[in-house]
């Protein structure tokens, strides 16, 4: 991973580089979620999904609950450790990229 990237959330690049590792286990779908999520800054659902909760439980987005009487609804947004985590992860394929290995799909 490159040292040109400006960390805020996380101490050092190893703990970015382990947060990084944290949502690739978790799967395609929850880095797919976390982009979207990232891209938009806000995400309006009725309920938080199990992919949501699990990035949640990593501290990666935050649920809001903003239900009503008559409604249901979640509001879902990025964390700074979320987004670094993200950037950490695209940074270490690229990385692996140019090095010539090929990196496993997540």
């Known amino acids: 991973?490159?040292?040109?990237?400006?960390?805020?959330?996380?101490?050092?690049?190893?703990?970015?580089?382990?947060?990084?590792?944290?949502?690739?286990?978790?799967?395609p779908r929850a880095r797919s979620f976390l982009s979207e999520c990232v891209e938009h800054q806000t995400l309006t659902r009725r309920t938080a999904s199990k992919v949501a909760e699990q990035l949640s439980d990593l501290g990666f987005i935050f649920i809001r609950d903003n239900s009503d009487l008559f409604h249901q609804e979640v509001v879902i947004t990025p964390s700074?450790?979320?987004?670094?985590?993200l950037d950490a992860l695209e940074g270490l394929e690229q990385h692996a990229k140019a090095a010539g290995q090929v990196p496993k799909p997540c």
């Open 80 to 85: 700074l450790l979320g987004e670094e985590a």
């Open 1 to 27: 991973m490159s040292t040109d990237i400006v960390l805020l959330a996380h101490v050092s690049l190893a703990e970015a580089e382990s947060s990084a590792q944290a949502l690739k286990a978790l799967g």
